[in-house]
Nanobody
Framework: QVQLVESGGGLVQAGGSLRLSCAASGRTFSSYAVGWFHQVPGKEREYVAAISRRGLSSYYSDSVKGRFTISKDNDKNTVYLQMNSLKFEDTGVYYC????????????????WGQGTQVTVSS
């Protein structure tokens, strides 16, 4: 089992940057693939990025490719999402999620979720 806590959200102007953190407890992130998802009210949770169990492979949605970077810090048992060149459309709640096997773009295939952190991008 693993428990996840997101942090690092806030208010930023368009073109700015934020770094979100997802801290794990219970088990280390080395045992889990981790994904980041974005959600706005009234819409389905949207895939952002994912990283494999060993951290050797990372994946991104087309909308964030070249702007966002997902990474793991095994010493701190934390996964990060570095967000650069933020756009108004990036506004919403960001969730991290963990799965014991595969990094996936479908939120329904993840077993564990954090509480989310709010990101607001002003235009």
């Amino acid at each position: 089992q693993v428990q996840l806590v997101e942090s690092g959200g806030g208010l930023v102007q368009a073109g700015g940057s934020l770094r979100l953190s997802c801290a794990a407890s219970g088990r280390t992130f080395s045992s889990y693939a981790v994904g980041w998802f974005h959600q706005v009210p009234g819409k389905e949770r949207e895939y952002v990025a994912a990283i494999s169990r060993r951290g050797l492979s990372s994946y991104y949605s087309d909308s964030v490719k070249g702007r966002f970077t997902i990474s793991k810090d095994n010493d701190k048992n934390t996964v990060y999402l570095q967000m650069n060149s933020l756009k108004f459309e990036d506004t919403g709640v960001y969730y991290c999620a963990a799965d014991p096997w595969y990094a996936d773009s479908d939120y329904r295939r993840y077993s564990y979720w954090g509480q989310g952190t709010q990101v607001t991008v002003s235009s």
